[in-house]
């Protein structure tokens, strides 16, 4: 089977790479990517999803990431100021840990959380650090992430795939279609390309799905953030943060993402609310007080929020940014991307019964963004009204959020289990955003329990349990994340000197023998 792939952003090559790996032989696959525009360079955080992909299907561990791409270990996102002058902390670590055998299905997964609610001492769970600059000193077992850096995640993929799939650099300057399948795409410099299957990984313009008439899905009443500018700032701190920082503004957000030597930072707003102009001078004064630097970045990134109906038309499937995009609270897309490319390998292994394969994929699709656009609208459900971006926020509620919301006055989390269109996110998830925003309340929490259960063995059990945690995590020891980083190189170096020490052993070898 023949695979065409157009684009060499991160879409493209993590698609190439799964691709590969998965139908080997049985696929050929041809990537064409405009040299002069690889990606779009922004998306430096991710999710541990991530960690999966670049351990099972490249075959590298965390120390080749931290060496190849700059990354550094993010275990969670501080959320600044969503409610002024406050902050909450979404880890990944799981809020619970439920090893008891009295295990209650209903609760398993937010048993201790009882407890550390009612009494405002909420801890998370074993594996979830409250958020700072330190790592625990085996990672194993824990749930992590990276930041990274996306050209050097970019120039790792190609290097990667060179030897795997056909990488063509040329830019694709016509594409025909019958309206329902793509016939050939054409490169400005190597001519026409033909292929059984297409891969649109062109990022927003989706230039191949878009000629098959495909429906756009807009979200953007809900999530009407479409504008990004983005800065690399030094970081001078001498320290590296182990999360994403999102701290909300008046209009909007801003992230801050560590990498080894620096930081990328970036402002997001919508532009229904707030001019260019404006944005630039509210980024500014942000640079300007966090970091002591100026605006220099004249780009400005804009989006549609939303995605296609039907991402896979024909014989054309749209990926990443192609597919779809949704403001980047939560770092979300490239688990989106590996996810929907791992979905469309496993119900394809065959390559056959495409018909049917199609339509489970395109549900697929617009589950994950209707969980996704839930989960986002979630975290702006503060009920701010203290500017018209944050007024636009509090009466454009999804009616998921507004069930929620209402819910959360009388009851408690074992309403998720009834919701059957909520897959991706798990109670840990929800708990901690939740309770970031104050969504609980202890009465409703306390009824739910009289109600349901016997209120004595369940509130010992959970405080047993949170007890538990507590004292889990104080056997774990934490070392500093940068020195950690640090020591890696060091030893990377002194692999490398060895590595070079060893070449010149070896040098007398190829020495003519006497
Ligand atoms: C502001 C912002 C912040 C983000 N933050 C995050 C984050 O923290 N975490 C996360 O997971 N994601 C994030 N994302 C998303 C992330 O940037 C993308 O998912 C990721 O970069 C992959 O993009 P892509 O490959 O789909 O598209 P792109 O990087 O845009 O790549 C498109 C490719 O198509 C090729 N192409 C286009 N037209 C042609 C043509 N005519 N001929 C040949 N080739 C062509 C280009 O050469 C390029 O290689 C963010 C996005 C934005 C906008």
Known sequence: ????????????????????????????????????????GVGEGTTPSFIDVFNDTLGYTTEDAIRELDATIKLGVLFKNWIPNEEYYHGFGQVTCDSSEQQNDDLSDNYSAFHSLLNNTYNGGVNWNKANTLIPNKLTGYHYAFH?????LCNFLFDYLKDRVTLI?????RVTSDGKNIQSVTGKNTGNYHADLFVDASGFKSILLNELNPEWVDLSQHLPIDSAIPQLVNNN??????????????????????????????????????????AKEDYNRWLNDNHGVQLESDRIIKWKTGHWKEAWIGNCVAVGLSGGFIEPLEALTHQYLTFMVETFVSINSTLKNLDYNRDRFNMVQNRIFFDYSQFLNLHYCTNRDDSPFWRHMTNNKTKWVRTMEQKCKHEFLDLFR?????????????????????????????????????????????????????????????????????????VEDEEYMMGKELETLKEPSTLPYI
Do not use: C
Not at 252 to 266: H, K, L, V
């Open 169 to 173: 650099p040329d830019v694709i300057s």
């Open 237 to 278: 701190t001498g320290k590296i943060p182990t999360y994403t920082l999102s701290e909300a503004t008046q209009n909007g957000w801003i992230w801050q993402i560590p990498t080894q030597e620096r930081f990328g930072t970036g402002y997001l707003y919508s532009s229904q609310f707030t001019s260019d102009d404006e």
């Open 418 to 490: 009834n919701d059957d269109m909520l897959d991706y996110w798990g109670h840990d998830n929800y708990i901690q955003v939740m309770n970031g925003i104050h969504m609980f309340n202890k009465d409703a929490i306390k009824d739910f329990i009289n109600s349901r259960f016997k209120n004595e063995d369940l509130m010992s059990e959970s405080r047993k349990q949170y007890e538990f945690i507590e004292l889990m995590k104080r056997k774990m020891s934490f070392v500093d994340h940068k020195s950690f980083l640090d020591e890696l190189q060091l």
């Open 148 to 152: 990274i850096t996306t050209d050097k």
């Open 1 to 40: 089977m023949k695979i065409v792939i157009v684009g060499g952003g991160t879409s493209g090559l993590v698609t190439a790479a799964i691709m590969q790996n998965y139908w080997g032989d049985s696929v050929n696959i041809s990537l064409i990517y405009d040299p002069d525009n690889q990606s779009i």
